[in-house]
């Protein structure tokens, strides 16, 4: 979750509307809780998170700071499981979009650049390497960072599909036996620009710049232009008998 996704999340508007049964805690509601409510349960939520980590994070702290009485969050998110999920899920509600340069060198670095330019804050960088820390002392958390990134990088395929479409990747030419091009897999493609530098944010714990930005926007140009990021053919149709290593 970049700087910039937080602080969008605060403008992200609920639906309308009152559903027949209460929602089950930590999931997306339709209607019923306001954006302004939402918006503080997670500000208090991260906030605790990054003061307290996620053993020291109570329904009790995210009442106080949140001005919300602690019986509406444990009737409407269940425990603090259900908060730190549903932080996730309100951040998956705004309407961010990748960079659109016009040329995919461009856009893999304009992508690079916000990862570092978003977490350039200690404040933002803090609070999201308390969330990855929550991920691995609960399953939910875990869950829904999973949901967050998989729709994050989701979206930052248009990158891979505009590139295609201007002529300026194209997948690995067929193997024997195979009519098709090799195709991109694009969402190990997005990954790969942002990979290195959450290595240095968030586990190494080295600073990041936008020499470094630029580095990783480079290698990933490289390696996709190589052919790297095509998907794997499966071994049945690269033998063409189904039965790889055997004589016909």
Known sequence: MTGEDEKKQAGAEPGSGTPATAPTPGTRRPGGRTARTRAAVRDAVLTGLTEHGYPGLTVEYVAEHSGVHKTTLYRRWGDVEGLVADALDLAGEDTWTPPDTGSFEGDLRALAHEVVASFADPAVAASGSAIIAAAFQS??????????YTERFARCEAIVERAVDRGELTGREPLPGSPEEAA?????????????????????????????????????????????????????????????GTAG
Not at 218 to 239: H, I, M, W
């Open 139 to 148: 399953e939910r958390a875990a869950a829904a960072l999973r949901a967050y």
């Open 184 to 244: 991109i897999d694009a969402g190990a493609l997005v990954r790969s620009v942002s990979a290195p530098l959450f290595f240095r944010l968030f586990i190494s714990r080295e600073p990041v710049d936008a020499a470094l930005a630029d580095q990783a926007a480079a290698a990933t140009l490289a390696a996709a232009r190589a052919g790297v990021f095509t998907a794997e053919q499966p071994a049945a149709a690269a033998s063409g008998d189904g039965s790889p």
